[in-house]
């Protein structure tokens, strides 16, 4: 047991401290935490069906701007491990996991404040010239807070035995139990309708109910909806696409520039150019100067790779810039000959930053290696004009990357990896989590190069040319198709309720399914969606859910579907 809780407490720590962002950013997530924490319990099927079930409750939480609305890591790997360890049926993961959940979020507070230190101590062995301290800090310190944090409590919980936590369960009367799973029935359409609200422009909404009733009335799997669901925005995107070109050859002008809807107020006319001055003519691909000092592809790559720990020591003050400074050190060490100067060029990346980092975000970092070979190279490019050109996109791209990564893929992909797992498939978390990898990996990749090659323009171009926004709608009818079809599966709850009619009895939930079935877990997640929209406060929505699933049970009028 002891093997197994150190194995835990890393499993943890490492969900914290994001070392190497494109791994550790599932374990933020418990279908594939619940799955390595159930591996390593021994009971590796009880450990998917308990994370898939904690799962389907986070869907729709999105962390952005280092805010974090619920602690999934703690969530599904505690409550995973308390759901082995007492014994209990996966369907009571969920019981466990919000109050652990609710714990974590104060575990991350502290985690993102003790983390401030850090940077103010790069600061000074910066000051002395140290660029390996820099490294240093972005990772050791970070560590060490995280394990002191998540570590220790993941651990101390598994080595004490599972004796304690089976007779906590056998204290519970049944009654209770039975009520909990109502409410574990009900949960999963918190996170649907989170999704639902993110995803869910007014034009886009009816593909939700298509997902909803295709499920309902055909039975069809979540894997079969994807794939439908699928085809048919691709087929909208080229329609659309053909329709565009028709009308500019119609008209004989070009087309009119869009903009960015994911953030309307961005301006972006003041990034203009590719080339520096007086090297090449505006528009030259970076790649294709001839420059003296020039940053190698293995040196790009390597760059491109630190990228992904630009979250390890994440903190309050000035969120990822430790991580920023850490992955700049590679260029700049190649780019200058002398440690007074790679010092010096180090300290404008010292500065606050915050933007999504590992699928779209990459671009950023990839424009900031050009203009620091240009820089290098005696060109006019000043610190100022790469810090100003790195804040005027971080937020934009922010926007595109939480919405790509966090907002579709992630929903698609994990809610695919959740309908498997809880048909006992082992295909879930491992098909979820290979896909997530190589989608995150390859874009970021494309998007870092993409940055470097083409310069500034290159983001220029996919702001204004309108293309984002149709691959973005794309997407979201595929979620929003997905998110339909899991409200008809996974929102297990329906009514025992029966009433005598003479000598014969009458079922109100054959009549509701006799009108459309599924129409209490439809009306329970639009229900959750409204009380979002009126900002109503997800705590508050979770005792209202624990509330309104335990009165039902008692009274007769809900029951679990499961």
């Avoid at 904690?54 to 790997?77: E, H």
């Avoid at 696409?241 to 953030?263: C, I, P």
């Avoid at 599924?518 to 229900?527: A, E, Q, W, Y």
Wanted: net charge positive.
């Amino acid at each position: 047991m002891v093997f197994s809780a150190i194995l835990v407490a890393l499993l943890a720590t490492m969900g914290q401290w994001w070392f190497f962002g494109p791994v550790t950013k599932c374990l933020v997530y418990p279908l594939t935490t619940g799955t390595l924490v159930g591996v390593f319990l021994g009971d590796p099927m009880t450990g998917m069906l308990a994370g898939a079930n904690i799962q389907l409750i986070y869907l729709g939480y999105i962390s952005a701007g280092g805010t974090m609305p619920s602690n999934t890591i703690v969530a599904g790997i505690f409550g995973t491990a308390m759901t082995i360890l007492s014994g209990a049926d996966a369907t009571m993961a969920v019981t466990f996991a919000i109050p652990f959940s609710m714990f974590g979020l104060l575990l991350n507070n502290i985690y993102m404040t003790v983390n401030a230190a850090w940077i103010h101590q790069a600061d000074k062995l910066l000051e002395k010239g140290s660029l390996r301290g820099v490294r240093l800090m972005n990772f050791v310190p970070s560590f060490c807070v995280a394990f002191v944090l998540y570590g220790i409590p993941a651990f101390l919980l598994v080595v004490s035995g599972s004796s304690w936590a089976k007779t906590l369960i056998d204290a519970v009367p049944k009654g209770v139990i039975n009520s909990l799973e109502v409410v574990g029935g009900i949960m999963p359409a918190l996170g649907i309708a989170m999704l639902l609200n993110y995803l869910g422009k007014k034009n886009l909404i009816p593909w939700f109910f298509a997902g909803f009733f295709l499920t309902v009335y055909s039975g069809i799997g979540l894997m079969a909806i994807s794939i439908f669901s699928a085809i048919i925005a691709l087929l909208i995107y080229m329609y659309s696409q053909t329709n565009e070109k028709a009308a500019q050859q119609e008209s004989g002008k070009k087309k009119r520039v869009k903009r960015l809807s994911v953030d309307k107020g961005v301006e972006t006319t003041d990034v203009v150019s590719t080339a520096p001055k007086g090297t090449a003519t505006a528009g030259t691909p970076i790649a294709d100067i001839n420059y003296t000092k020039k940053l190698s592809k293995k040196t790009l790559i390597k760059t491109w790779l630190w990228t992904t720990s630009s979250e390890s020591c994440y903190n309050y003050e000035r969120l990822q810039a430790l991580g920023i400074a850490n992955l700049m050190i590679t260029p700049i060490r190649e780019l200058y000959d002398t440690n007074e100067r790679r010092v010096e060029e180090l300290k404008k990346y010292m500065v606050f930053y915050n933007s999504e980092v590992f699928t779209i975000g990459p671009i950023v970092n990839g424009i900031a290696c050009s203009m620091e070979e240009a820089r290098a190279n005696d060109e006019d490019v000043s610190a100022e004009d790469i810090n100003a050109v790195r804040t005027g996109l971080m937020g934009p791209v922010a926007g595109i990357g939480d919405t790509v990564m966090q907002g579709i893929l992630f929903p698609i992909l994990f809610g695919i990896g959740c309908s498997l797992a809880l048909e006992g498939s082992y295909l879930g978390p491992i098909l979820s989590f290979v896909l997530f990898e190589l989608l995150i990996f390859g874009c970021g990749y494309f998007m870092f190069m993409s940055g470097y090659k083409h310069g500034k323009t290159s983001l220029l171009k996919i702001l204004k040319n309108g293309t984002i926004d149709k691959i973005i709608n794309s997407f979201s009818i595929v979620g929003l198709m997905v998110v339909g079809a899991m409200a008809a599966s996974r929102v297990a709850i329906n009514t025992p309720l029966a009433f005598s009619i003479g000598e014969g009895t009458t079922k109100l939930q054959e009549v509701l399914d006799s009108l459309a079935p599924g129409l209490i877990p439809l009306g329970i997640t639009l229900l959750v969606l409204a009380m979002l929209r009126k900002k109503v406060n997800t705590i508050y929505i979770i005792i209202a859910i624990f509330v309104i699933g335990i009165l039902g049970y008692f009274t007769g009028i809900l029951g679990y579907a499961g």
